[in-house]
């Protein structure tokens, strides 16, 4: 088999500046991954952990705070939790990985507080566990990750998976952004913790996920599910990246004139902004909120408000105008399907965590927000890590010697001919993914007249010269939007319904011969499949 280099434009082999051989490789450093880190080091496996950026500031969970899904074991409290979600789901998820969720969570949490992360306490000094603040919470995970002897390789976004002969995942292979020399990591299990896709739209944290995971595991033929369940947008100051949107549960949403938008506070009050963004702007004001609730506020989530202060603008007196950024995958629940209660992938050697992964099973068709989310990548972290090091363990001594080569080429081809800017099909990629009456209001001839110019996109990128090393990251995350967009879109003509967050407005009602998962996949043609509920509550057993 080959070498797992690839070669750049001029044809020389880019410079090796890691070649290091581990029992667990974790991609992604963010919640989900760092926990998998400590879980798989805590089960006696040597990680190795690679990071797009810096490990502990990088990604959306780190730039502010995070609602967790964290419910004491009492159990009319845990079928409050359980029932409160299914309806806005379309009834997809699956009680039995809520209740392994919940529990994990609960532990984990728990376990935060032992590390001595400085949690609050309420009225009755009782301690509060219901959020976490990105910035602490991601220092103290990478302090415990470096405690329990994790190799972490910071500014080293990976850019293609290794597999032996017989198609197992067995590490991968990128660049470090700083030196622009390429690492190369050989390991026995391998966990997708990259989070999800937001198409660069500039949501806060989100500029470092763009599908990267996804579009690696699909290269070695793992599979996605619940990919017509990306496309949340979050509430944003139009003159800001902030999408967190608890605060607006107090707002009031106006047209120019100052007339309340009616239902734009609802539950489901993000169409109705959209559809009213479309033909007019839409102001907000936090005007529900007393001054004890606007001084907690600004205690909970003091980074919500540095844009306003910033421009002058006091939010709970004054107007602003607002806009929907896309958010994607990141807070939509598709992702990499795991087949079982490993969080194991398709392909053997893979395991995925976290937004990378799929959220339908504790989530149905309906964002997961920031506390169901964060539970899931506690929880998924956890499992992932363990089972991967046992994975790799069972593989026995000189499992990192086995013949390997990368797979996947798109934007990576070296020779070609054809050259295409990886800014021009990243900006063609958001024009179909962006606008509301493509993405989040959806019809039969958007979806296709959509895919049409994605699939062109995929076959443009597909068969494009590489470019020189410091193109190689952005040609890999462009492709990497592409495919997403292909697998999000032939999901949702797929679906004939609209079911959770997945609007289709040729079929405004929901189908309950629908009640099923959509399960696709591959490259250069995709494809989509049924798969039943069934199937997934007989994968799952009850034990963590």
Not at 173 to 199: E, L, P, S
Not at 415 to 441: C, M, W
Request: overall charge neutral.
């Amino acid at each position: 088999m080959s070498s797992p280099h690839w070669r750049s434009q001029n044809s020389s082999t880019i410079d090796v500046d890691h070649n290091l051989q581990t029992d667990v490789l974790v991609i992604g450093g963010g919640p989900a991954g760092t926990w998998a880190a400590w879980s798989a080091a805590s089960a006696g496996a040597k990680v190795v952990l690679v990071d797009k950026g810096y490990c502990g500031t990088s990604g959306c969970a780190a730039a502010s705070g995070n609602g967790v899904w964290y419910v004491p074991p009492d159990a009319e409290a845990r079928e409050a939790a359980k029932a409160s979600r299914e309806a806005l789901g379309g009834f997809l998820a699956n009680r039995t990985w809520m209740d392994r969720v919940l529990d994990q969570t609960y532990t984990n949490v728990n376990l935060l507080a032992e590390w001595g992360y400085p949690f609050p306490v309420d009225e009755e000094g009782k301690p509060y566990r219901r959020s976490l603040q990105g910035p602490e919470y991601m220092r103290l995970m990478r302090k415990q990750i470096k405690r329990v002897g994790v190799t972490i390789l910071d500014n080293s976004p990976a850019l293609q998976l290794l597999v032996d002969a017989k198609g197992a995942v067995a590490g991968a292979t990128g660049i470090n952004r700083q030196t622009g020399k390429q690492w190369v990591v050989r390991a026995g299990g391998v966990i997708i913790a990259t989070g999800g896709c937001a198409f660069l739209s500039k949501a806060l944290g989100c500029n470092v996920l763009t599908g990267d995971g996804y579009l690696m595991a699909a290269e070695a033929g793992a599979e996605m599910s619940g990919m017509e369940f990306s496309n949340a947008y979050g509430i944003s100051p139009a003159f800001s990246s902030v999408t967190k949107t608890l605060f607006y549960s107090w707002a009031t949403f106006t047209y120019e004139d100052g007339t309340p938008i009616s239902g734009a506070g609802s539950q489901r009050g993000r169409s109705v902004i959209a559809q009213t963004l479309l033909t007019q702007p839409v102001y907000a004001i936090l005007d529900k909120a007393n001054e004890e609730m606007q001084a907690n506020m600004r205690k909970a989530q003091p980074n919500f408000f540095l844009p306003f202060d910033r421009a002058g603008i006091d939010p709970f007196n004054q107007r602003f105008l607002v806009t929907l950024r896309l958010e994607g995958t990141v807070r939509g629940t598709g992702g990499i399907r795991i087949v079982d209660s490993s969080c194991a992938a398709s392909v053997p050697g893979l395991y995925a965590a976290g937004d990378a992964a799929t959220r339908e099973l504790i989530c149905g068709g309906f964002t997961g927000g920031g506390s169901h989310n964060a539970a899931w990548a506690i929880s998924s972290g956890y499992w992932a890590g363990k089972s991967a090091a046992e994975y790799a363990q069972s593989l026995g001594e000189g499992v990192t010697q086995r013949p390997v080569e990368a797979v996947g080429e798109a934007g990576l081809i070296s020779g070609s001919q054809h050259q295409i800017k990886a800014e021009e099909v990243i900006q063609a990629t958001q024009a179909e993914v962006f606008p509301y009456d493509r993405n989040l209001f959806r019809t039969e001839q958007t979806l296709t007249g959509s895919l049409q110019r994605l699939d062109h996109l995929w076959q443009e990128i597909r068969s494009s010269q590489a470019g020189n090393q410091q193109n190689i990251i952005q040609m890999r995350e462009a492709a990497a939007m592409v495919a997403t967009a292909r697998w999000m879109y032939n999901s949702a003509l797929e679906r004939k319904e609209t079911r959770g967050m997945h609007k289709h407005l040729d079929f405004p009602e929901m189908d309950v011969h629908q009640q099923h998962y959509l399960v696709s996949g591959g490259l250069d043609r995709v494809w989509v499949r049924r798969e039943e509920l069934g199937i997934e509550k007989e994968l799952v057993g009850a034990s963590s």
